[in-house]
Each structure stands twice: as C-alpha cells, then as structure tokens.
C-alpha cells in the first residue's frame, strides 16, 4: 500500500510515517500543496492530507487531487469546523480526521476507506464486520449479537472488532497486545485474559471466541450452509 502523506508538520509527521510503516505502508512525504499535486499522477493507494499547508490551501489541493484521481483522501486537520468538513467531503475527501487524533482511530479510518473502495463484499456495509450472530459497526462502536446490541467497554470492543475483523484467523497474544493495547506492551498479560472473559460472558455464548492452546485466540468462524 503506497500513501502519500501531505503534512507540513514535522513532528506529527514523522509520528504518522513510524506508525503507517510499521503497519507496512510504504509512505511518501511531502510538505507543499504544490509537492502534493506534483505527485498526483504517482498511482497512490490513499492520501493523508492536512489542511493548513503553507503554500496552498488544503481544500484546493483536495480538489486537484480528485479531479487528477479516484485515489481515497482522508483529511487531517486542525480546522475541525463544520464548515471545512462538509466543503472537505464535498470536494470528494472520502472521511475527515480533527487534530488531535490517535493513530489507531487513523488506522481503523484508513482501513474502512480501503475497504469501502476496495473489490469486496464489504462495499454496501463498509462499516459493517460480521462474523457468525456478532456484527460490530466500527463507526457507531456498536456491537450486536443475533440482533441484540451489547454494552462492550471500548477495549472490550477494540478486541472484538480485530478478533472478527478476520473471521477464523488465529489472533496471537502478542499480536492482539500489540494492536489492542499498546505496540510495546510489557505489562502481564493476565489483562487480555480477564477481558477475553469478560466479553465472552458479555457475549452469552463463550464458544464464539476460541482459545487457540498456547498460541492466542479466533473468532469462530460463521457454520457453513447446509
Ligand atoms: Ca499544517
């Protein structure tokens, strides 16, 4: 996946690039309007685009890169008005991110932007993840089983959602730390135990998720049609 990310400030900059490379984004960085529309042409996968740039203005630069391309845009911005946001889409930004931000609400913004433009069967309910009875909505952060919404605290949620993201894939314990918790999570890791537990009793049914023996944790996978 190739982004181009359009930031004039360094240090967030350099933040967003250890991030988006570490999930294997390979990133290209420019600080310009002008350095964004010289690599409109380039064949990216996404642009991460800030608004207050300091040559041009931002929604300009939005403009000109949707009538160079369909490539998806997310803005980044400070300028969190209702104004810029409704302007930003219209001018076809396909979401809209106010600073400050954590990176893993970027994360799972650029994943559902992916996969509302991806060739999928995610296209008519991009924000929709169904594995089984569970369906989780990642904008609204609700979570239902068979129908029936269930109250998750945000970690419980968090978990969930990448549990069933990939229905059937084994989630290490490291892995689901890494990406639920912290990259770097040195803590026991009794916690992930005690809210596996929590949202399996939460569930009602506690064998939706499996315990992988000495490996991690999947979600059960929906029965195939008889
Ligand atoms: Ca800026």
């Not at 990310?5 to 967030?12: G, K, N, P, Y």
């Not at 490379?21 to 964004?36: H, S």
């Not at 929604?59 to 980044?76: F, K, Y």
Request: charged content about 30%; aromatic content about 6%; some cysteine.
């Amino acid at each position: 996946m190739r982004v181009l990310l359009v930031e004039d400030d360094e240090s967030i900059a350099e933040s967003l690039i250890a991030g988006l490379e570490r999930e294997r984004f390979v990133v290209t960085w420019v600080t310009t309007g002008g350095g964004a529309l010289a690599e409109a042409h380039e064949g990216f996968d996404l642009v991460l685009l800030d608004l207050g740039l300091p040559d041009l203005d931002g929604l300009d630069v939005c403009r000109a890169l949707r009538q160079a391309s369909d490539v998806p845009i997310i803005v980044l911005t400070a300028r969190d008005t209702e104004t810029d946001r409704v302007v930003g889409l219209e001018l076809g930004a396909d979401d809209y991110l106010g600073k400050p931000f954590g990176f893993r609400e970027l994360l799972a913004r650029i994943r559902a932007v992916l996969r509302r433009r991806g060739p999928s069967e995610h296209r008519e309910h991009p924000d929709r993840l169904e594995c089984g009875p569970i369906a989780v909505d990642v904008r609204t952060h609700e979570a239902r089983v068979e129908g029936t919404a269930v109250d998750l605290t945000p970690k419980e949620f968090d978990l969930l959602r990448y549990l069933i993201e990939d229905p059937g894939a084994i989630r290490t314990r490291q892995g689901i730390l890494e990406e639920v918790w912290d990259r770097n999570w040195f803590g026991p890791t009794k916690t992930l135990d005690v809210h596996i537990a929590s949202l399996r009793r939460k569930l009602g049914d506690p064998t939706l998720i499996e315990t992988v023996r000495g490996v991690g944790f999947r979600a059960r996978p929906s029965e195939p049609l008889p």
